[in-house]
Each structure stands twice: as C-alpha cells, then as structure tokens.
Nanobody, 124 residues
Framework: VQLVESGGGLVQAGNSLRLSCVSS????????MGWFRQAPGKQRELVAT???????NYADSVKGRFTISRANAENTVYLQMNSLKPEDTAGYHCNAHVVVFTIERPGGTEFDYWGQGTQVTVSS
C-alpha cells in the first residue's frame, strides 16, 4: 500500500485546510485509515481515524473542529480542518491499517503503512 498526502500549507489561526490522502496498491485489505501528526520535539499523536465501515474516532483536541471522511471509489481519505489553532502546527501523516487473514494465521496479521507527510503551519 502506498499513501500520498497533499493539502498542507501555511494559514492564519481561525482558517481552514483540507488534507487529502490517496492510497494505491492492495487497498482492499485496508481495515482503517487515519491521520496522525507530529510537532517538533513531540511524539506522534493520533488526530482522527475512520474504519472501512465509516466509524470515526477523534482526538479530544480536534473534536468539533476536524472531520475525517473517505471516498472509497477514489481510494482517498480527507481531513477537513476548521478553526485552526497555532497548536495544530505539525507534520500530518496518513496511515493505513491493514489486516490480512490467511489459513496459517486465521486471526489476522496486521500491518501499518505511512505516507511521507504534509506540513501544516498555523500562525497566530
């Protein structure tokens, strides 16, 4: 699975951005996709995830401001970010969580794939 993000940039606080993540390769095994972010000197943190069934999960810090969605026909996941704050500044990375079931491992084998990331900078 290959992931390519786009949509990052420099914006003023209060404005919006929409990130896109296009997946390619063996996308049929993707169980869940999500966005994670990492600011300088900080650990990577979950922003939002969406399952193949459309169930979403958000970090408390972005609830009510960010919306994750997916266009299955386009193999694309979006992150709409509204009311951006300076503390949202980070490199944003797309993640694809894959579960492969085989006869040898009926419980499934899990893999995580990552994109290169796109920078989001919010000025005050």
């Amino acid at each position: 699975v290959q992931l390519v993000e786009s949509g990052g940039g420099l914006v003023q606080a209060g404005n919006s951005l929409r990130l896109s993540c296009v997946s390619s390769g063996r996308t049929s095994n993707i169980n869940r996709m999500g966005w994670f972010r990492q600011a300088p000197g900080k650990q990577r943190e979950l922003v939002a995830t969406i399952t193949s069934g459309g169930i979403t999960n958000y970090a408390d810090s972005v609830k009510g401001r960010f919306t994750i969605s997916r266009a299955n026909a386009e193999n694309t996941v979006y992150l709409q970010m509204n009311s951006l704050k300076p503390e949202d500044t980070a490199g944003y990375h797309c993640n694809a969580h894959v579960v492969v079931f085989t006869i040898e491992r009926p419980g499934g084998t899990e893999f995580d794939y990552w994109g290169q990331g796109t920078q989001v900078t919010v000025s005050s």
